[in-house]
């Protein structure tokens, strides 16, 4: 993390530093509970929306705002009770808000990665797209498998019931 603020410092108009920043952010406020996670999605969203605004044909970026978004918009309503006493104004997005931001990636670059898919097909079920939620677990089950994550992807596809 230490190193991705340093790169900020030198060069803060740099979509990849805040790219990274906004992983970084978002892997070690996993750790730290749900608390540090809420507090920390503020300045994630922003690290991904700066990373958009700088390098928008970023597809990995448009998906990690997506990702975002859809991690926001499945909050519990305890999740979320928690956030209000936190912050006035607790993070907000909706699915298709998630959804959105899936399909530009996918757009920018198709078949980038098939996570992206997988996460197009849970978005348009949250939206009441069945069928073409049906159609991106397809496509997400043809994708080449490159990495290990790829393979976990696929499995998870698999096993979604639509």
């Known amino acids: 993390l230490g190193h991705a603020a340093r790169a900020l410092e030198l060069k803060p108009d740099c979509g990849p530093a805040h790219k990274w920043s906004g992983i970084l952010l978002s892997a070690v406020s996993r750790y730290e509970g749900t608390?540090?996670?809420?507090?920390?999605?503020?300045?994630?969203?922003?690290?991904?929306?700066?990373?958009?605004?700088?390098?928008?044909t970023d597809a990995t970026s448009r998906h990690l705002l997506g990702v975002w978004?859809?991690?926001v918009a499945k909050l519990s309503w305890i999740e979320k009770k928690?956030?209000?006493?936190?912050?006035?104004?607790?993070?907000?997005?909706?699915?298709?808000?998630a959804h959105a931001h899936f399909l530009a990636a996918e757009e920018m670059?198709?078949?980038?990665?098939?996570?992206?898919?997988?996460?197009?097909?849970?978005?348009?079920?949250?939206?009441?797209?069945?069928?073409?939620a049906v159609e991106w677990r397809?496509?997400?089950?043809?994708?080449?498998?490159?990495?290990p994550e790829d393979v976990a992807t696929l499995k998870e596809a698999e096993k979604l019931k639509i």
Do not use: W
């Open 109 to 132: 670059e198709p078949d980038f990665y098939p996570k992206n898919k997988l996460m197009l097909a849970l978005a348009s079920l949250r939206v009441g797209r069945r069928e073409e």
């Open 82 to 97: 928690a956030a209000a006493t936190l912050f006035a104004t607790p993070p907000h997005a909706t699915f298709m808000q």
């Open 35 to 56: 608390t540090a996670q809420i507090k920390a999605s503020f300045v994630i969203a922003e690290h991904f929306e700066h990373a958009i605004a700088l390098t928008p």
């Open 138 to 147: 397809a496509r997400c089950l043809q994708s080449e498998v490159r990495t």
């Open 69 to 71: 978004c859809f991690e």
